[in-house]
Structures are given as C-alpha cells and as structure tokens.
C-alpha cells in the first residue's frame, strides 16, 4: 500500500445510497477515487449470502479500476474472498491476530488517542484513521468529533506513517484535514450524496 492509495478514500455500504450502490461505487471508481471500503451496517444491512455476493460484485469492479478493496470488520468474509484487506476497530479482534491472518494483506485500524495511535503502528498497522474529525451522521455511534488537534500530533509523531481522516468530511473542510498532516480524507456522505462525483473527488484531492 502506498500512502497516496489514501488520498481519496471512499466508505460506503448499501444503507448509506439513494440509488443503487453499484451504480454509486462505478461513478466513483471512474470519478477517481483511490480506494474503497465496504462498510455495510444498519438496520436493513445485507446479510449472508447477500451480503457476500454484494462484496464480490464490489471486489470486481475495484479490480476493474485497479483500486484496493477493503471491507470493514469482517476478517472472515476478506479472508474468504481474498479482498485486498481490512480496516477494524478498537472492539475488534486483537491486531496481533488479524496481521497472523492477513499475511501480506492492507490492516487499517481506527485510533482515538496517542496510546491506541502507539499500539497501532507497534501491531503492524498499514495505515490508521483518525476521527471523527467533524460531526458525522454515518454512524449510529460515533465518539464525539475530535478537529485536527490529534491529528496533527499524530503526524508530527509519527511523520512518515500512512494517516486517513476520517468523520463529517466535506468538501468545505478537506483541505483542514489535509494541512493537519493528514494523506488523505476517507467519505461517505461526501461522495454518496452528491450530484457530480468527479468534481467532488477532485475537491476532496
């Protein structure tokens, strides 16, 4: 994984689309995106067998675009399908045993604070996302948002360490995001939302 592969990274599952997800995660993948999650959670998030044949569909068409497909959470379903990798939690499985699983694969972790920062790149983290930087309506329970202060800690301590910011970015406050140190914005709403994906991913880069 290079550290510009998080420069544009888009999160989505089908609960956060008006229109079809597939048609949703095409026009982003041909807008320029430059890598991808699939997030899928919520009330009517897909399930089993559906829920696999969605990521597949999604894997293919990252493969299409040559852009990494991570899929949140389930280490389980990435190692049964052979995506590219995947991004947990603090609740999760211990790093430790997901890096063992995922020989070779791209492990994001989610950080809050300098310790879980420290225990991160010490696991053997790929890269991190900090957040919420802003307020988020993405996710049911998010921590309260946090600004770019620990962001731009955790760069100017770890300078050479893959970062992604992540929580209630737009296109207006990308660029706070980006001068904090971080290399890329990871979005939702920003990009599920919006009429013309190629010039909000160009805003967001």
Do not use: W
């Not at 994984?1 to 599952?13: N, P």
């Not at 890096?99 to 070779?104: A, I, S, T, V």
């Not at 994001?108 to 010490?122: C, F, I, R, T, W």
Request: hydrophobic share 40%; with cysteine.
């Amino acid at each position: 994984m290079k550290r510009s592969d998080l420069a544009v990274y888009f999160i989505m599952g089908t609960e956060n689309c008006k229109e079809n997800p597939l048609s949703v995660l095409e026009d982003a993948l041909k807008s320029g995106i430059t890598m991808f999650q699939l997030r899928e959670k919520g009330a009517k998030a897909l399930k089993g067998e559906a829920y696999e044949t969605f990521a597949l569909t999604c894997q293919s068409l990252c493969k299409e675009y040559a852009i990494p497909f991570i899929i949140n959470d389930d280490v389980e379903l990435a190692i049964k399908i052979n995506a590219d990798g995947v991004h947990v939690g603090q609740e999760d499985k211990p790093l430790a045993q997901i890096r063992e699983q995922l020989k070779g694969k791209i492990v994001g972790v989610s950080v809050h604070n300098e310790e879980e920062m420290k225990l991160a790149v010490a696991g053997g983290a790929d890269y991190v996302g900090i957040g919420p930087i802003y307020e988020t309506q993405s996710k049911a329970d998010a921590k309260p948002a946090a600004g770019v202060s620990f962001l731009s800690k955790a760069r100017t301590d770890y300078p050479d360490f893959p970062i992604v910011g992540i929580g209630g970015i737009t296109t207006n406050n990308a660029l706070e995001v980006l001068r904090a140190g971080a290399d890329g914005v990871a979005v939702i709403s920003a990009i599920c939302q919006s009429s013309n994906r190629g010039q909000t991913i160009n805003q967001l880069k």
